[in-house]
């Protein structure tokens, strides 16, 4: 019997191989990936979310704990959408889970993200890494008032915090890249494995030559070109 692991190896690799070429155009073949990948996602969504109801409401609701018929309603109520006559009905459970997540938020954003930050910055002005953090901070922030024009020495604070600003979003997308970089040398990896780099190469023959065939004989058209 094949380990299911090797197996799932050998399945990634024709997969991250129909994906990839996406990078020629679009094409039946990562149409087809993609229609996998969205399939397999919505699955195990509602197998998951089904599991969480089942263990969470209906289990509850039979052990004697009637409170919880409340919350089985609301999430019925959401499948409202599903009939235009009744899409009012869904706007309840909606409107209910928004307001309890916003007070949940705010309970811990407002010492998080505002009076946290605030005691973040009030450093000493004893190392100059603390000295840029300050610096750094009131004219980024500075930068973002636009009920005045940037004139007299407000303008260079300006200038000062948009280049902080350009200087962090570069940062940023640097990291941003390398992480994509290290997802696709950790599947690289995967699929040049001494066990799996035949697979890698056959499935690689394969989707080449259903792809020119395809496009020789007109059987395969690139949606980009509509």
């Given at each position: 019997m094949i380990d299911p692991n090797?197996?799932?190896?050998?399945?990634?690799?024709l997969v991250s191989l129909a994906a990839y070429t996406t990078l020629i155009g679009d094409n039946p073949i990562s149409k087809?990936?993609?229609?996998?990948?969205?399939?397999?996602?919505?699955?195990?969504?509602?197998?998951?979310?089904?599991?969480?109801?089942?263990?969470?409401?209906?289990?509850?609701?039979?052990?004697?704990?009637?409170v919880y018929i409340i919350s089985l309603i609301l999430s019925l109520m959401l499948l409202s959408r599903l009939r235009s006559g009744w899409v009012w009905l869904s706007r309840y459970p909606i409107v209910l889970s928004i307001g309890v997540g916003m007070?949940?938020?705010?309970?811990?954003?407002?010492m998080a993200d505002f009076v946290q930050q605030i005691q973040a910055t009030l450093l000493?002005?004893?190392?100059?890494?603390?000295?840029?953090?300050?610096?750094?901070?009131?004219?980024?922030?500075a930068y973002f008032i636009f009920t005045?024009?940037?004139?007299?020495?407000?303008?260079?604070?300006?200038?000062?915090?948009?280049?902080?600003?350009?200087?962090?979003?570069?940062?940023?997308?640097?990291q941003t890249v390398s992480f994509r970089f290290e997802l696709v040398i950790g599947r690289l990896v995967d699929m040049l494995r001494p066990d799996v780099i035949w697979y890698t190469t056959g499935f690689l023959i394969i989707i080449i030559t259903i792809l020119v065939i395809g496009?020789?004989?007109?059987?395969?058209?690139?949606y980009s070109e509509k």
């Open positions: 090797y197996l799932g190896l050998i399945v990634g690799s087809a990936t993609e229609n996998l990948y969205l399939g397999i996602l919505a699955g195990y969504l509602f197998a998951t979310n089904w599991d969480y109801i089942n263990r969470n409401a209906v289990t509850k609701i039979q052990g004697g704990e009637a007070g949940l938020a705010m309970r811990t954003t407002v000493r002005w004893n190392s100059l890494e603390n000295i840029v953090m300050i610096v750094g901070t009131i004219t980024s922030a005045t024009r940037p004139t007299g020495p407000y303008r260079y604070v300006n200038r000062v915090g948009r280049l902080f600003l350009l200087v962090a979003f570069g940062v940023a997308y640097g496009y020789k004989t007109k059987r395969i058209e690139w």
